[in-house]
């Protein structure tokens, strides 16, 4: 029988880590909704599988397993989001939830501003936000965040709390936003950040400490681990202040037989009411430790060198016209939103689907607000009048090769 204190993150049998499972034959360009699951998460999973039992809720061997194996991957994701000694790492089911729980979490009275260029779910959680308005380039959402910051600052007093919240990279351009920049001036107003690296985090490190960001929000499925786990990491004043998420067993010290009479725990817990969702923890702890140990530079510099194959090719389409907030040259992962001029979008991704077994998607990518103003840039930059309503997204990841790009850009030569 293996030990209670058996490592839980498996350890490599040959293959590399960060592989990425699939089904041969069918191109996956939409990583950014879902990324595949990596080889090291699946493996995590089967290994904890026979140890399963209850977290925290048990004295035998399999729940004191599961429990430690809870907290460890507690830790470690902690440790990949460069958490301070003093953050707090709460499991959450995605990115949305734990936007959700911040915004139940934060201070009564606190004011939050965000742009328009958010996914909804930094868009809409907030109450009393301020919606600034999309910014040309990075340096000009840095001026517009001190010009608000400023502006709100004089209407309350300085101990006001105000949170910024902001995307890391956007989900419809990849278009990475500088969000070290965004948390000086928050700080410098006294205020706090909260960054959405839903889709930052599968391709750039995030480090809390070393960037001043107070809050960050993840996602498992987009971080090549299974559905169900999210993550949100920071500040735990104002979690350990805040009423509980979720109310529930394991989020109190003690029930009285009294109505009201509950004391609510403080940490994670505090949050985390239910019976957690241990197998969906391991996974992404294992993802995440296995991009803390791989060259996190050289995947990077992979993934740009497709992303550039992938933009370079559309650019060479004359029918195609790429989605862009800021200027052509602005770092981006990989993420590319665009349109198939005189085409409808929904019936461009059915048959790439379908003829071609392509896989990406097409809407307004759950940012109605900003992918619509990028359409109408795009019809006004392209001079063209045959634009659709709605977007194609392709997004590359780990698993993501030439061949797969080239796929997409051969189909649509074709298409034309
Ligand atoms: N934020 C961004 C930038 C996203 O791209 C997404 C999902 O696409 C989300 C938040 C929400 O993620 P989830 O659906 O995992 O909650």
Not at 122 to 146: E, Q, S
Not at 172 to 199: K, S
Not at 225 to 232: D, N
């Amino acid at each position: 029988m293996g030990s209670v204190l058996a490592p839980v993150v498996p350890t490599p049998t040959g293959a590399d880590p960060l592989d990425v499972l699939g089904v041969p034959d069918l191109v996956n360009l939409d990583y950014a909704a879902t990324a595949p699951c990596a080889r090291v998460a699946a493996d995590a999973v089967a290994e904890l599988l026979p140890w399963y039992g209850s977290v925290h809720r048990g004295a035998g061997g399999l729940s004191q397993r599961s429990t430690l194996a809870y907290e460890r991957a507690r830790q470690t994701i902690g440790d990949f989001l460069g958490t301070r000694p003093d953050d707090e790492v709460i499991f959450t089911r995605n990115t949305t939830d734990a936007l959700n729980l911040l915004a139940r979490a934060v201070p009564a009275g606190t004011s939050v501003v965000t742009f328009g260029g958010e996914h909804h779910a930094n868009l809409l959680p907030w109450p009393n936000v301020v919606r600034l308005p999309v910014p040309a380039t990075p340096d000009a959402a840095v001026r517009a965040l001190g010009e608000a910051l400023g502006e709100l600052r004089r209407g309350s007093d300085r101990s006001a709390p105000i949170l910024v919240a902001v995307t890391g990279a956007s989900n419809v351009t990849g278009e990475c936003w500088p969000t070290e920049a965004l948390a000086t001036v928050a700080h410098r107003h006294g205020a706090r950040i909260a960054v959405d690296a839903a889709q930052l985090a599968p391709h750039l490190p995030v480090d809390l400490a070393a960037s001043g960001i107070d809050y960050v929000a993840i996602s498992g499925h987009k971080l090549y681990a299974p559905f169900g786990t999210g993550v949100l990491a920071g500040r735990a004043d104002w979690l350990d202040a805040a009423p509980p998420y979720l109310v529930g067993g394991g989020a109190t010290l003690g029930v009285g037989n009294a109505t009201h009479d509950v004391r609510w725990a403080t940490g994670p817990g505090r949050h985390e009411a239910g019976t957690p969702n241990l197998l969906g923890a391991v996974a992404l702890a294992a993802v995440c430790a296995a991009l803390d140990a791989a060259d996190r530079g050289e995947l990077y510099a992979r993934e740009q060198r497709l992303l550039a194959r992938l933009r370079d090719g559309l650019r060479a389409l004359p029918h195609v016209v790429e989605l862009r907030t800021f200027g052509a040259d602005a770092p981006r992962v990989g993420i590319v939103s665009f349109v198939v001029a005189g085409r409808d979008s929904a019936e461009v991704a059915t048959e790439l689907g379908r003829r071609y077994a392509i896989g990406l998607r097409d809407g307004l990518f759950c940012a109605h607000p900003l992918a619509r103003r990028l359409l109408t840039e795009a019809a006004d930059r392209s001079g063209r009048g045959d634009l659709p309503p709605t977007a194609l997204r392709a997004s590359i990841g780990l698993g993501s090769t030439p061949a797969h790009v080239d796929r997409l850009l051969d189909a649509l030569a074709e298409l034309r």
